[in-house]
């Protein structure tokens, strides 16, 4: 699994809307191919980017040819490294994301198929001002990060950059003996960053390539992740985001984009943390209570306070089987149309209806228990939403969305309870789909060509809620 990135981080959305952030948020990306993640354009209009990559056609080629916001938005088709001058690479047609540069301890043999490309030093792109100063950082380099923090001594101590995000591995290679991980780590720590987060990529055996048929009722099977974690997104903050006595010492608009960067971590606990910490100051530019309410939501629509979440008794999740209706949809459909992802805005009439399905829920129920699965894929960035009708009802009951990465299949997975009167005895439910704004097409069930594995069921599972 990644790193959980909330759908709708409300903070970072409600400060950018609202003007509360009066600074853009900087990004530095490295491996940029197929563009910017969509959890960082949550900050709208205040994003400021300078993207990476060394490759042209399968990199920054097709992210220059669409770029619609030069003046903030700057892809660059340039390596970084611990050197400025040339390097050999390796590209690999077939799996360009895999594609390398030969290691600097000259542990890999290369020949006529490299190609000789140009690296950079982020401290002389920083002495030069072609990038300035920088929040955050993410980095995926296919190994070669720690090459990079070595040529970005300057870029470290005076761009004011407090996250980094890099991918990493544990194992122990010819081209890191002691693990990239460690190698990474100690080059970092100098720099006052310690781990905070992990998510992980595993890569299953050949005998379960496609992943672990898990039972869902009925003789159905949906495929689930199994294998090594071998690949890890480590997240890395300074330890200001702890330290009081620096916050106290550092612009509210500094203060702003951490709580904002910990929320799209998901990581609400260090944004209040913060918020609360520095109440007086932040007070002068926010109404701290409702900022609080802001970092307990991460749905639009969504009305639960800070002071409801001390006062209120909550439903945890229970996951075992309890005789669930499940419904399939199995064929390959798409749908240009639009659902709003606020329930209250969103009408039964938005969005293209995939499946009708009844449950009949024990005596005395008062709330369902729904985990919807979808396969999506569009070939632009938007958000994939769907919607839950009660029939019946002008509006929806519940809808959830998730981001759509550019010609990438997106597993839609939400579970939520749905609010049942406890006088009925079979409540039919329409699911509708659509996209969240009018921009490409939405496809579900979609084999992408080249690539390998099944296709994730789609489904819709219903159970009583205890």
């Not at 809307?17 to 600074?23: E, H, T």
């Not at 495929?223 to 690949?231: D, N, Q, S, T």
């Not at 659509?434 to 579900?444: E, I, P, S, V, Y």
């Given at each position: 699994?990644?790193?959980?990135?909330?759908?709708?981080?409300?903070?970072?959305?409600?400060?950018?809307?609202?003007?509360?952030?009066?600074?853009?948020?900087?990004?530095?990306?490295?491996?940029?191919?197929?563009?910017?993640?969509?959890?960082?354009?949550?900050?709208?209009d205040h994003l400021e980017a300078w993207g990476f990559d060394v490759l042209y056609d399968e990199g920054v080629g097709p992210l220059i040819a669409s770029n619609e916001h030069p003046d903030r938005l700057h892809y660059l088709n340039v390596g970084l490294a611990e050197e400025d001058g040339t390097r050999a690479f390796k590209f690999y047609p077939d799996n360009p994301a895999s594609s390398h540069f030969a290691a600097s301890n000259r542990t890999d043999p290369t020949d006529d198929s490299w190609r000789i490309v140009p690296i950079r030093r982020l401290d002389t792109l920083f002495g030069e001002g072609t990038i300035g100063a920088i929040d955050f950082m993410k980095m995926d380099a296919e190994t070669y990060e720690v090459e990079i923090v070595k040529g970005a001594r300057q870029f470290f101590l005076n761009s004011g950059i407090f996250g980094v995000e890099s991918e990493t591995s544990f194992l122990r290679t010819r081209r890191n003996p002691r693990s990239h991980f460690v190698e990474l780590y100690e080059q970092l720590a100098p720099y006052d960053f310690t781990p905070y987060d992990a998510g992980?990529?595993?890569?299953?055996?050949?005998?379960?390539?496609?992943?672990?048929?898990?039972?869902?009722?009925?003789?159905?099977?949906?495929?689930?992740?199994?294998?090594?974690?071998?690949?890890?997104?480590?997240?890395f903050l300074q330890s200001i985001f702890e330290n009081s006595g620096q916050q106290a010492e550092i612009d509210i608009d500094r203060l702003v984009k951490m709580i904002a960067v910990a929320e799209i971590y998901g990581l609400q606990d260090i944004s209040l943390d913060i918020l609360f910490g520095n109440r007086k100051r932040l007070g002068d530019r926010l109404d701290v209570d409702e900022a609080a309410d802001w970092l307990v939501r991460e749905s639009v629509g969504t009305r639960l306070t800070y002071r409801e979440y001390h006062s209120r008794t909550f439903r945890r999740f229970d996951r075992a089987a309890r005789e669930p209706t499940t419904a399939y949809y199995a064929a390959e459909g798409e749908t240009t149309s639009v659902i709003p992802a606020d329930r209250n805005v969103a009408t039964t009439a938005d969005g293209a209806a995939i499946l009708r399905v009844s449950h009949r829920p024990r005596p005395g129920?008062?709330?369902?228990?729904?985990?919807?699965?979808?396969?999506?894929?569009?070939?632009?960035?938007?958000?994939?939403v769907m919607a839950v009708n009660l029939v019946g009802k002008t509006n929806p009951v519940?809808?959830?969305?998730?981001?759509?990465?550019?010609?990438?299949?997106?597993?839609?997975?939400?579970?939520?309870?749905?609010?049942?009167?406890?006088?009925?005895?079979?409540?039919?439910?329409?699911?509708?789909?659509?996209?969240?704004?009018?921009?490409?097409?939405?496809?579900?069930?979609?084999?992408?060509?080249?690539?390998?594995?099944?296709?994730p069921l789609s489904y819709v599972r219903i159970r009583d809620e205890p």
């Open positions: 699994m990644a790193h959980r990135h909330p759908d709708y981080p409300y903070f970072t959305r409600e400060v950018c809307r609202r003007n509360l952030l009066q600074q853009p948020f900087r990004l530095i990306d490295v491996g940029v191919r197929g563009g910017i993640a969509e959890h960082w354009w949550n900050f709208g992980l990529h595993r890569v299953p055996r050949p005998p379960l390539a496609q992943g672990f048929p898990k039972e869902i009722g009925n003789g159905e099977y949906v495929l689930e992740p199994i294998g090594r974690a071998a690949v890890f997104d480590i997240l129920c008062s709330h369902l228990h729904f985990h919807v699965v979808l396969s999506c894929f569009s070939t632009k960035r938007n958000r994939a519940a809808v959830v969305d998730a981001p759509l990465q550019p010609s990438e299949v997106t597993i839609l997975d939400r579970e939520f309870l749905v609010p049942i009167d406890q006088d009925m005895s079979a409540p039919v439910f329409e699911i509708r789909v659509g996209l969240a704004r009018h921009r490409g097409t939405l496809f579900l069930n979609r084999k992408v060509p080249n690539t390998s594995g099944a296709v």
